[in-house]
């Protein structure tokens, strides 16, 4: 059994190495590379810090002048109280007849705004395609020739039909190739099916993938999965 991906596993992807029967660790060696391990291991959450500390001031700054009415100073932390309540309240509406039909009503008067329409409706139909089962939504993960034929990027299924040609039907696909490091953005692309190649990665794996930037990459037997041999014609 090879133990590399479960050691792989238990470090998280980080570099750190096996520890070699009898060989000594110098005080530089051990410095330098716990310093290293220690920077890769806060630069994701520094990051998530820092942008989570943007969305809330986002989100909160909002409100301070409906703090500074009601208690006569500005409160920290008032602004994301009012927009989780906001959101709790939307999604009771969404499981609620009769909020469903306010909430179709609000959509309604969003598609009739020139400028509005086009983001509300288009972000709209993202988020319901993540949020919709998968198996329905994205069918399954291929690799598309974008933006030359010798270069491939990640996509997902979308949907099937035929083409009528000249020389007869041909089966074309439709896919969504998402961008990096946002997955919600891409590209809306028509394909032959003979010009797509299939993987054998899941959905959660290929959103991984693209999220990283690559950084977590797929083991190329997945990418690349080899073609199963034709039967032998007697």
């Known amino acids: ?11 998280m992807g980080l570099p750190i190495r096996r520890p070699e029967p009898g060989k000594k660790t110098t005080l530089f060696g051990f410095l330098r590379s ?3 391990t220690g920077l890769l291991v806060s630069f994701p959450l520094v990051v998530t810090m ?14 301070d002048p409906i ?3 009601l208690f006569d100073r500005i409160v920290p932390g008032f602004g994301a109280a009012i927009f989780v309540i906001g959101v709790f309240l939307l999604g009771v509406l969404a499981h609620n007849v009769l909020g469903r039909r306010v909430l179709h009503w609000g959509e309604k008067v969003f598609a009739r705004i020139p400028v509005l329409r086009a983001v509300y409706t ?3 139909e993202v ?3 993540f949020a919709s089962n998968r198996s329905k939504s994205f069918r399954r993960v291929v690799l598309v020739p974008f933006p030359a034929a010798d270069v491939w990027g990640v996509a997902f299924v979308t949907g099937e039909f035929d083409e009528q040609t000249s020389a007869g039907p041909r ?6 190739m998402p961008t990096t490091p946002n997955p919600t953005t891409g590209f809306f692309l028509v394909y ?13 794996e290929a959103l991984r993938m693209v999220i990283s930037g690559g950084l977590v990459n797929a083991t190329q037997s997945r990418l690349f999965p080899t073609p199963a041999p034709r039967d032998a014609v007697p």
């Open 50 to 63: 820092f942008f989570g500390r943007f969305m809330f001031d986002l989100i909160d700054r909002w409100a």
């Open 122 to 124: 288009g972000t709209r």
């Open 1 to 11: 059994m090879d133990e590399a991906p479960k050691f792989l596993s238990e470090t």
């Open 34 to 36: 716990r310093f290293v």
């Open 192 to 204: 032959p099916a003979a010009s797509v190649k299939e993987t054998d990665l899941t959905v959660e």
């Open 171 to 176: 089966r074309v696909v439709t896919v969504f």
């Open 67 to 69: 703090s500074q009415r």
């Open 127 to 129: 988020t319901r395609a």
